[in-house]
């Protein structure tokens, strides 16, 4: 499976970006889907996943009612609305693929990582 990120940028604080991610490949329309981020001199982490039909969604604490993940039913299209952003969210956004149907936060779960996207948000 080969994952695409796209859309990724420069924004001010409180503006929006969003970022999508494409599977190509293996098939990958069975698999949760999601989103991790880092920033520099900081660990990988979890951001927010969907299950395989885009029904159940999870998120950070930290970007919960700000971020949304979605997906169309059994597509492998992911995509990641940022509003409200704050500069604190400023790192390089990797999409990836869940070894099962529904999201994990654990890195380990993932089986497939798309190369990142860089965002940037300024004070």
């Known amino acids: 499976v080969q994952l695409q990120a796209s859309g990724g940028g420069l924004v001010q604080a409180g503006g929006s970006l969003s970022l999508s991610c494409a599977a190509s490949?293996?098939?990958?329309?069975?698999?949760?889907m999601g989103w991790f981020r880092q920033a520099p001199g900081k660990e990988r982490e979890f951001v927010a996943g969907v299950s395989w039909s885009g029904s159940r969604t999870m998120y950070a604490d930290s970007v919960q009612g700000r971020f949304t993940i979605s997906r169309d039913y059994g597509k492998t299209v992911v995509r990641l609305q940022m509003n409200s952003l704050k500069p604190e969210d400023t790192a390089v956004y990797y999409c990836?693929?869940?070894?099962?149907?529904?999201?994990?936060?654990?890195?380990?779960?993932?089986?497939?990582w798309g190369r990142g996207t860089q965002v940037t948000v300024s004070s």
């Open positions: 490949g293996r098939t990958a329309t069975n698999n949760a």
């Open positions: 990836a693929v869940d070894r099962r149907a529904v999201p994990h936060q654990e890195a380990s779960q993932y089986v497939h």
